[in-house]
């Protein structure tokens, strides 16, 4: 079975302070993605990336990166120069490709507030 | 439709009332999900359907759940006899294939039982 951990629960950071959320899973499977959805306080989850296990290659999105390590299983997402607007939820989720698995199991979240 | 829409956005309904909850995916997306979202929690996968196969119930929390799609596309999530524990918010996501190119999530509808 697939799990993820995303071991902050709750992260307060000053506006325009650099964040890290981090995001480790467990998986026997050689193939797989990975995304990450933000859910502010309106409630509808966002996309923000799908990241797949053959390609270790860092990711920059403006003010977003994320982190790919495939030897410790993690997969970590870092905002730069964070704003208010970046207050909100974020899930981490792995998705297995084999073995029939064909539903993302998310992490329990990591509460993201920023403080103006 | 351009996103996917749920109906109602909000549901209070007293304890073993039967409700139904509604799904309207993105035209042409085969692949439907049903999640549930207890109150500061992670999201519950409940059900999950593609194209023609039988349904992924694996998630459903007991035989009170149930779900269907009709023609490929509407899904609606029916809870019967409703106890205070499945007030929480319902989101359906759709996506086109599998769910390796990630899902597009709905509003989702806030249960709330009485």
């Known amino acids: 079975a697939q799990k993820v951990t995303q071991a902050q629960t709750e992260i307060s950071v000053v506006e325009k302070e650099d964040v890290t959320l981090d995001c480790v899973y467990e998986t026997r499977d050689t193939t797989y993605y990975l995304f990450w959805y933000k859910q502010p306080p309106s409630g509808e989850l966002v996309f923000l990336i799908r990241r797949n296990s053959f390609d270790e290659q860092n990711e920059i999105s403006g003010r977003y990166s994320w982190n790919f390590q495939k030897s410790t299983s993690s997969f970590n997402f870092t905002i730069t120069a964070s704003q208010v607007v970046d207050s909100a939820v974020y899930f981490c989720?792995?998705?297995?490709?084999?073995?029939?698995?064909?539903?993302?199991?998310f992490g329990t979240g990591t509460r993201l507030t920023i403080i103006p | 439709g351009a996103g996917v829409s749920q109906s109602p956005s909000n549901k209070v309904t007293e304890k073993g009332k039967d409700v139904e909850l509604r799904c309207d995916p993105i035209?042409?997306?085969?692949?439907l999900y049903w999640y549930r979202q207890s109150l500061g929690q992670g999201l519950e996968f409940l059900i999950y359907?593609?194209?023609?196969?039988?349904?992924?119930k694996s998630g459903l929390p007991s035989d009170r759940f149930s779900a269907e799609r009709t023609g490929g596309s509407v899904s609606t999530l029916t809870i019967q006899r409703t106890q205070q524990e499945d007030s929480a918010v319902y989101l359906c996501?759709?996506?086109?294939?599998?769910?390796?190119?990630?899902?597009?999530f709905g509003s989702g509808t806030r249960l709330t039982v009485v």
């Open positions: 989720a792995p998705h297995i490709s084999n073995f029939g698995n064909e539903k993302l199991t």
């Open positions: 359907f593609q194209g023609n196969s039988a349904p992924d």
């Open positions: 996501a759709s996506s086109f294939g599998r769910s390796a190119y990630g899902y597009t």
């Open positions: 035209s042409g997306h085969t692949a």
